[in-house]
């Protein structure tokens, strides 16, 4: 199958599938603002989550990626919602502010997996400023579908800038950036922002 970027895996049902750039359970149901990619490189673009899509997987490998979607709208909510309570606390009198908080669980190795996958869904055939389009290597591939373990170093960071005195902003805003191996435009990984949270997914390891 042409439209299927884990396609080295051999086993390809042969049903095309849309597949959203970002997983849909992140997206909610409002309308989403685009730029960046292809058909929306230099200009914002309104458009609703059922059609912030692409046919990039096959019907059989978009669906076993739906355990490693559903981690990564969770680890998004959970990061969020530490954000808010600490947040909240901050702003308590030190007489009001409660003893403990409550334990954010997120499942950090699915997490490492989707956020890999959705760089993928965004670099994808991506032959931006005229470079040849991008596939992914079975060796990433398979890193998506946790059939290898990661090199030494390599995988998920993460890190905030939590500001206690920042209100929280809108949980509509997400960016997303390709990281690239020295030196090329081949891709290594990417980063993704949703307010004060960072995620970047590595396979070279970071300074």
């Given at each position: 199958?042409?439209?299927?970027?884990?396609?080295?895996?051999?086993?390809?049902?042969?049903?095309?599938?849309?597949?959203?750039?970002?997983?849909?359970?992140?997206?909610?149901q409002?309308?989403?603002?685009?730029?960046?990619?292809p058909?929306?490189?230099?200009?914002?673009?309104?458009?609703?989550?059922?059609?912030?899509?692409?046919?990039?997987?096959?019907?059989?490998?978009?669906?076993?990626?739906?355990?490693?979607?559903?981690?990564?709208?969770?680890?998004w909510?959970?990061?969020?919602?530490?954000?808010?309570?600490?947040?909240?606390?901050a702003?308590?009198?030190?007489?009001?502010?409660p003893?403990?908080?409550?334990?954010?669980?997120i499942?950090?190795?699915?997490?490492?997996?989707?956020?890999?996958k959705?760089?993928?869904?965004?670099a994808?055939?991506?032959?931006?400023?005229g470079?040849?389009?991008?596939?992914p290597?079975?060796?990433?591939?398979?890193?998506?579908?946790?059939?290898?373990?990661?090199?030494?170093?390599?995988?998920?960071?993460?890190?905030?800038?939590?500001s206690?005195?920042?209100?929280?902003?809108?949980?509509?805003?997400?960016?997303?950036?390709?990281?690239?191996?020295?030196?090329?435009?081949?891709?290594?990984?990417?980063?993704?922002k949703?307010?004060?949270?960072?995620?970047?997914?590595?396979?070279?390891?970071?300074?």
């Open positions: 199958m042409r439209d299927c970027w884990a396609k080295c895996l051999g086993d390809c049902d042969g049903k095309q599938s849309s597949e959203h750039y970002i997983s849909a359970n992140i997206l909610g409002g309308p989403v603002t685009v730029r960046g990619l058909w929306c490189r230099d200009e914002f673009k309104t458009i609703s989550p059922a059609n912030f899509v692409r046919n990039m997987l096959c019907k059989r490998h978009n669906e076993e990626l739906s355990p490693v979607d559903d981690a990564g709208g969770n680890a909510r959970e990061l969020q919602a530490f954000a808010a309570s600490a947040k909240r606390a702003s308590l009198p030190k007489e009001a502010k003893a403990s908080m409550r334990l954010q669980a499942d950090g190795p699915r997490l490492e997996r989707w956020l890999l959705t760089i993928t869904n965004i994808y055939l991506n032959d931006s400023e470079e040849p389009p991008w596939t290597s079975c060796e990433w591939v398979e890193l998506i579908f946790g059939l290898r373990t990661w090199p030494d170093n390599c995988g998920l960071y993460l890190e905030t800038n939590l206690l005195g920042r209100p929280l902003e809108s949980d509509s805003y997400i960016s997303a950036r390709i990281l690239t191996y020295p030196g090329t435009k081949d891709p290594c990984g990417g980063q993704m949703l307010h004060d949270w960072g995620l970047t997914v590595s396979l070279t390891p970071l300074s």
